[in-house]
């Protein structure tokens, strides 16, 4: 269908073949066609391009999915690249944080780990979870016995049973604390049992 793609003109048919390789690409995406997906959403985003007015929630989800092909294939700088392009076309805080979340992942990936971490430190912000980058060890030793004080006289293995979080915040915190691992290994060793404490306490507050 996108051999004829040069002849269609009006706006209407040219949304619909946007969405038809964006329904391809995630087929092929789901495939691990992952050349063949980036593919499809370069040709959905040029034809979005050339539609007046054209739907911006669309471009940025087309926008988003090129960058992850392109971070899955090991086109790391060129995923950062486009992931950072994205930031101020974000509409929430939110949307921004999870932005911020794939920059902690690009960053890890090309060995940027105080890079990665800034972005994380950054996402975390975003989501009103505000860590000093150069924590104390009294500001550590404070958030290990927090850990302990919401774990009360329950044993570590009745935790299994804690209802499942659902909160979409805490969530998206908990999955850049977890992005920060590896990174925050090699750059600072009290921030990374800090994030730990943090996501402990994610978990066993109410």
Known sequence: YNIGASHVIQDKEKLELVKLNQLAAHR??????????????????????????????????????????NMMQGNISEAAKQFVALIPKCKSDAQQAEICNMLVETSAAAMEYSDAVKWGLRGLKLLGFDIPPDPTEEEVKKAYKSVWSNIGNRTIESLVDLPLMT??????????????????????????????????????SD
């Open 167 to 204: 909160d979409p915040n805490r969530l998206q915190i908990a999955k850049i604390l977890q992005s920060m691992y590896t990174p925050l290994i090699s750059v600072n060793s009290k921030l990374l049992v800090l994030c730990q404490c943090m996501i402990c306490l994610l978990y066993t």
């Open 28 to 69: 092929a995406k789901g495939s691990l066609a992952l050349s063949s997906a980036s593919q499809f959403l370069q040709t959905a985003l040029a034809l979005l391009e050339q539609i007046n007015d054209y739907d911006q929630d669309l471009h940025f989800a087309l926008s988003y999915e090129t960058a992850l092909c």
